[in-house]
T-cell receptor, first 115, second 112 residues
Framework: ETGVTQSPTHLIKTRGQQVTLRCSSQSGHNTVSWYQQALGQGPQFIFQYYREEENGRGNFPPRFSGLQFPNYSSELNVNALELDDSALYLC??????????????FGPGTRLTVT | TQLLEQSPQFLSIQEGENLTVYCNSSSVFSSLQWYRQEPGEGPVLLVTVVTGGEVKKLKRLTFQFGDARKDSSLHITAAQPGDTGLYLCAERDNNAGNMLTFGGGTRLMVKP
């Protein structure tokens, strides 16, 4: 069974640029959640995708957007990058999506640095 | 929005010592999870507690959920260097896509 994978591992971008981060969910999982973890803090929920539809969103501006594909892999896109967007971006996959006690399994994250 | 406070923020101890870290909330948890995160890795689930007063053990780790379901503690007995990491508590909202709200974490270092 393959776990959650994310790419790239590290990324350096300049303020104002756009970035796309990718996540492959664990085999059999149909739900992907994205989190932002700033240095020294706990992860913050960005949004979740369930069967290719956005299923909930945290307190992040519209320049944070996402996609989920038919194979349940997912992308996180961030436009107009700001210095404060520098963080570890974590993807987590799970079963379900609307209700029920399903566990989330995290990938290793993508470290984004905005200069 | 649920606010989770973890204490202490940092803890540095010697191998063999015992320790307790805490997670407190401004309101009642629906269910609470503890995770450990090592550098360069995502959080790994340690335990889920649901019932007030619940106690769960995982080898040298003991997790307790407060009777009122607004607080939780993690106790480690005879800490080892392998226990080093960031310990995060999180509320899981079972009725909102299992979305997780995390605390700020306790960074533990166990010195040999």
């Amino acid at each position: 069974e393959t776990g959650v994978t994310q790419s790239p591992t590290h990324l350096i971008k300049t303020r104002g640029q756009q970035v796309t981060l990718r996540c492959s969910s664990q085999s059999g999982h149909n739900t992907v959640s994205w989190y932002q973890q700033a240095l020294g803090q706990g992860p913050q929920f960005i949004f979740q995708y369930y069967r290719e539809e956005e299923n909930g969103r945290g307190n992040f501006p519209p320049r944070f957007s996402g996609l989920q594909f038919p194979n349940y892999s997912s992308e996180l896109n961030v436009n107009a990058l700001e210095l404060d967007d520098s963080a570890l971006y974590l993807c987590a996959s799970s079963l379900g999506g609307l209700a029920g006690a399903y566990e989330q399994y995290f990938g290793p994250g993508t470290r984004l640095t905005v200069t | 929005t649920q606010l989770l406070e973890q204490s202490p923020q940092f803890l540095s101890i010697q191998e063999g010592e015992n320790l307790t870290v805490y997670c407190n909330s401004s309101s009642v948890f629906s269910s609470l999870q503890w995770y450990r995160q090592e550098p360069g890795e995502g959080p790994v689930l340690l335990v889920t507690v649901v019932t007030g007063g619940e106690v769960k053990k995982l080898k040298r780790l003991t997790f307790q959920f407060g009777d009122a379901r607004k607080d939780s503690s993690l106790h480690i007995t005879a800490a080892q260097p392998g226990d080093t990491g960031l310990y995060l508590c999180a509320e899981r909202d079972n009725n909102a896509g299992n979305m997780l709200t995390f605390g700020g974490g306790t960074r533990l270092m166990v010195k040999p």
